[in-house]
């Protein structure tokens, strides 16, 4: 198992380059610029995507949407993985996650707007969209839309499933000592009972989960900054000079160069916020909307609420902490900080946690599950969700080290085409926002 994560850490060094770094990051600042910075209509965004009603063709709600990409979006990487980047690339990373989260807007408004635009009807009445129909049908690249389809439906097992059951088996070990097969069980069987019933299930169970889980762990995070709230301005100026200067040796913390914060910051900021990544937008495409570019306005919020809001709340309170400092890593990093709020402090987190694990990896079901319907068809659908089931407990009882290298490979590789496919229908996006945003032909408010 050692020969195996450090084969896995190899190729995650070598594929999150300084290439991969530019053309993420690149990509969300070229996006952000041609669309006039498109993040200043996130206020409008947040008012259309509290709207229920149905406007159009579509097979859930925009809000529903929303919120299964939210449920996706929203999960270990806003507590594991800011602690795993903190932990390995300092303070600094926090900073990297954040500009990754703001910029991410105009990336994730861009997969969406396509996603919608290219969406098809299935045989069966049901929407299909998603970046494996953005390369097919604006760009004309069966190759890369079945790469990118294939990679989906793998990395679904590491970022949405394995990474998640993971970090909640091991918290949960830790603080209650249950053993980690047990959680697996209890995880897994969850899961099946909503999942079987497809989107319009898990759209259901996310929209009464998401709200909640997200305010709760908000309102801990405020908690812990107002009981630490003398050392905050020390925290916030460490985070933003440590992005830019590195950060030296303090008791066990290794200490991390500008490169290790940019290189963890990033490439935790994709795995927290998916901006890029070509996930969100296969449920953006399910979505009853009036046009493509007010579901993008709506779907640009996932990235505000999960790296904007959630992130970085979970960034100041692990550096505020300073338990970085003596060698904590991963969940175990985020309790220890957490732990300041006696005897509430780890449960709180471990319940937040576990709305997080457990609504990311109903979200990660249906976008692994589309990339097995473009690839196979519908016949394939219900063997892959008993086989997501199976790897709910599998994932419960690995090692974090070889999950967390696993996601980072997978999240790379389903990247590619569909940056790829926003760099080269940019003309397509703008044309689509001037003609119902800008111009507002199309009335845009609720």
């Known amino acids: 198992m050692q020969g195996i994560e450090n084969l896995l850490n190899q190729i995650s060094n070598f594929i999150w380059g300084i290439p991969l770094l530019i053309l993420l990051f690149g990509t969300h600042i070229f996006l952000t610029i041609r669309l006039k910075f ?46 795993t980047a ?13 500009l990754t989260g703001v910029f991410g807007i105009a990336t994730k408004y861009s997969e969406a707007l396509l996603s919608v635009k290219y969406r098809i009807i299935t045989d069966d009445g049901s929407m299909a969209g998603g970046p494996m129909y953005v390369l097919e049908r604006g760009m004309n690249n069966k190759i890369l839309a079945i790469i990118f389809a294939i990679f ?58 998401v ?3 997200a305010i709760f762990y908000v309102a801990g995070c405020i908690i812990l900054l107002i009981i630490n709230y003398s050392t905050i301005p020390q925290s916030i100026f460490l985070i933003i000079k440590s ?47 009036k046009n493509s570019v007010r579901q993008a306005l709506v779907s640009s919020t996932g990235t505000f609420w999960d790296t904007v809001v959630v992130c970085a709340f979970t960034g100041l309170v692990v550096v505020n902490s300073y338990e970085w400092t003596k060698g904590y890593n991963g969940a175990i990093l985020t309790k220890v900080a957490f732990s300041d709020i006696s005897l509430i402090g780890p449960i709180l987190l471990t319940v937040g946690l576990l709305t997080f694990v457990f609504s990311t990896i109903l979200g990660w079901s ?50 590619l085409p569909n940056l790829i496919a926003l760099i080269f229908l940019n003309k397509i996006i703008v044309k689509e926002t001037k003609k119902f945003l800008w111009d507002g032909n199309i009335e845009m408010s609720e």
């Open 38 to 83: 498109i993040q200043r209509y996130i206020l409008k965004a947040i008012r259309i995507s509290l709207s229920k009603e149905k406007e159009g063709l579509g097979d859930i709600s925009q809000f529903g949407a929303v919120t299964t990409a939210l449920a996706a979006t929203i999960g270990t990487g806003n507590i594991v993985g800011v602690s």
């Open 86 to 98: 903190i932990a390995s690339g300092g303070p600094g990373a926090v900073l990297w996650m954040w």
């Open 152 to 209: 989906t439906s793998i990395t679904a097992f590491g970022i949405g499933n394995m990474v998640q059951a993971n970090s909640i088996s091991q918290l949960v070990n830790e603080t209650f000592n249950i053993p980690l097969w047990v959680t697996g069980i209890i995880l897994a069987s969850l899961t099946a009972l909503v999942i079987i019933g497809g989107i319009k299930s898990i759209a259901k169970v996310c929209e009464m989960l």
């Open 211 to 213: 709200p909640f889980m």
């Open 243 to 289: 992005a830019f200067t590195g950060h030296a040796v303090v008791g066990g913390f290794l200490g991390a160069g500008v490169k290790e914060a940019i290189r963890f910051g990033i490439a935790r900021g994709l795995f927290s916020n998916e901006s890029g990544l070509g996930s969100a937008p296969i449920v953006a495409a399910a979505a009853q909307t």
């Open 366 to 415: 249906y976008y692994g599950e589309k990339a097995i319907e473009y690839l196979f068809g519908k016949k394939f659908i219900k063997t892959y969700r008993w086989l997501w089931v199976i790897f709910v407990f599998i994932g419960s009882v690995m090692t974090l080290n070889i999950v967390w290298s696993f996601a980072d490979i997978t999240n790379a590789l389903m990247a």
